[in-house]
Nanobody, 114 residues
Framework: VQLQASGGGLVQPGGSLRLSCAAS????????MGWYRQAPGKQRELVAF???????NYADSVKGRFTISRNNAKNTVYLQMDSLKPEDTAVYYC?????????WGQGTQVTVSS
């Protein structure tokens, strides 16, 4: 199973970005899909995840600003990030649980700066 993340970049404070992560390979069912991030000098932290039925969970720091969604037919998870702040700057990683195994994407850099 491979996860390919895309959509990162440089954006000004208050701006928006949309991250995508597509899972490919021998996939029969993808359970949870989610996004984590790691800022320089900090531990990787959960941003949001979404389970197969569509229920979602968010870190307090992004509630009301970020929206996670998924397209089950495409095994793809999205992260719409609005009202971005400099403290959102980090490498964002997607992950997916496939048949009980956790897989990680390669990470995509998000930089929020004026």
């Amino acid at each position: 199973v491979q996860l390919q993340a895309s959509g990162g970049g440089l954006v000004q404070p208050g701006g928006s970005l949309r991250l995508s992560c597509a899972a490919s390979g021998s996939i029969f069912s993808v359970n949870n899909m989610g996004w984590y991030r790691q800022a320089p000098g900090k531990q990787r932290e959960l941003v949001a995840f979404i389970i197969g039925g569509g229920n979602t969970n968010y870190a307090d720091s992004v509630k009301g600003r970020f929206t996670i969604s998924r397209n089950n037919a495409k095994n793809t998870v999205y992260l719409q990030m609005d009202s971005l702040k400099p403290e959102d700057t980090a490498v964002y990683y997607c992950n997916a649980v496939v048949s009980g195994i956790i897989y990680w994407g390669q990470g995509t850099q998000v930089t929020v700066s004026s």
